[in-house]
């Protein structure tokens, strides 16, 4: 079990690569660490908040579903670089050191290649900008457990246990909600609906605290084996980091800051097949920061 959890985070957090998080961001200040990590931050949080559900049918009696999630944020090229304010780094030259130029456009963490910055003068300096991990998509796997129904209302949970994998952080994820029938007070629908709430919080220690929240209602029709289904969601993600600027080797700084991820409603479209006990259903997820889902699953 041990070993498959540890797959699963290799796999979420491959983002990190041959460095660790904490490695990329000490080499930026406060203003430059958030504008670097920004897209990953939304592109995580809206991951999270995918795939909460394949269905809008809550029925009543015994209803369990065991499975996993695979969710890939798709990145926009406008996600792959951003401008790099130098004045944080040129207020800690001392006189009479010429200035780097500003801005510089470079790489953010799913870009590619770091900018190299060239300070004026005649002996200038340089600083390498940190390099991304060149990523169109941001994957990640999640296992989910929903059961049900009382009173028309079913629970969902993902969760792993702490995880140290190696000199990357330890890792943690937990997300509770519930899902409730609309439908079961109004039965000349023709169609499933109902609404759900779910809040997911995520670490790596002791860099990253993560937390997703959405809210939203779904409407579903099924035919035979084939579950259509689609909703709205108000969805909110945000990311703390705290790490250590080193500019220099005799300067460091302690930072922390939280970034909101920009993501605010979401429209779901998909369809789910069931044969037997077994379930697969496929949806996507428009929005700022769209979204692919594929998930597998036993349902009885």
Do not use: C
Request: net charge neutral; glycine share 8%.
């Amino acid at each position: 079990m041990r070993k498959a959890l540890i797959f699963i985070l290799f796999f979420a957090v491959n983002i990190l690569q041959s460095q660790t998080l904490e490695e990329r961001l000490q080499k930026f200040g406060e203003v430059n660490g958030k504008s670097y990590i920004k897209p990953f931050v939304n592109a995580f949080g809206a991951n999270l908040n995918s795939g909460l559900f394949h269905s809008a049918d809550v029925s009543t009696g015994l209803d369990v579903y065991v499975g996993a999630r695979f969710l890939f944020a798709l990145i926009p090229s406008s996600a792959q670089e951003f401008d790099a304010d130098m004045t944080e780094l040129n207020e800690l030259r001392p006189y009479p050191l010429a200035p780097y130029p500003t801005p510089i456009k470079t790489a953010t963490i799913l870009g590619k290649d770091g900018a190299l910055a060239i300070s004026g003068g005649v002996n200038p300096d340089t600083f390498k900008f940190p390099d991304g991990v060149n990523m169109k998509v941001v994957p990640f796997i999640v296992p989910q457990v929903s059961i049900g129904n009382i009173f028309g209302t079913r629970a969902i949970l993902r969760y792993f246990p702490y995880v140290k994998l190696g000199d990357w952080g330890e890792i943690s994820f937990i997300g509770v909600g519930v899902q409730h029938s609309i439908d079961q007070w109004l039965p000349v629908l023709p169609f499933d609906w109902s609404a759900h709430a779910m809040y997911q919080a995520f670490k790596i220690k002791p860099v990253l605290d993560a937390s997703a929240l959405s809210i939203g209602t779904e409407v579903s029709k099924t035919f035979l084996f084939a579950t259509i289904y689609g909703g709205l969601a108000y969805e909110f993600s945000s990311m703390e980091f705290k790490y250590t600027w080193t500019p220099t080797s005799s300067i460091s700084r302690d930072l922390k800051f939280k970034i909101d991820g920009d993501n605010s409603f979401r429209l779901t479209a998909g369809v789910s097949l069931k044969w037997l006990i077994f379930n697969l259903n496929a949806e996507y997820n428009l929005a700022k920061q769209p979204v692919a889902v594929l998930g597998l699953g036993i349902a009885i």
